[in-house]
């Protein structure tokens, strides 16, 4: 079984940043995809970016040029640093472990970023 570990939201001003992290634990596979889903009130979840182990990654076109995603294979763990907050980046943010058919969810961390 896989579990995941969020760390890092809170309440930013616009234009300001912060870094989310998430350990998993459990057994673990280099072909793991780890990444970020985001869920704003009243809307869907939807990705933010994801990461193979391999290094390769994408984004939501909304945060390009804002958001980075990194991974550290030895740790576990897989980081967003994110940039040049919007108050509508504001979202639940969740830690995502793709698996073939099978998905792993954080419990999820909370993002405010105030105007």
């Known amino acids: 079984q896989v579990q995941l570990e969020e760390s890092g939201g809170g309440l930013v001003q616009a234009g300001g940043s912060l870094r989310l992290s998430c350990t998993a634990s459990?057994?673990?596979?280099?072909?793991?995809?780890m990444g970020w889903y985001r869920q704003a009130p009243g809307k869907q979840r939807d990705l933010v970016a994801r990461?193979?182990?391999?290094?390769?990654?994408n984004y939501a076109d909304s945060v390009k040029g804002r958001f980075t995603i990194s991974r550290d294979n030895a740790k576990n763990t897989v980081y967003l640093q994110m940039n040049s907050l919007k108050p509508e980046d504001t979202a639940v943010y969740y830690c995502?472990?793709?698996?073939?058919?099978?998905?792993?969810w954080g419990q999820g961390t909370q993002v405010t970023v105030s105007s």
């Open positions: 995502h472990l793709g698996r073939g058919r099978n998905d792993y």
């Open positions: 459990g057994i673990i596979y280099s072909f793991d995809l």
């Open positions: 990461i193979t182990s391999g290094g390769r990654t």
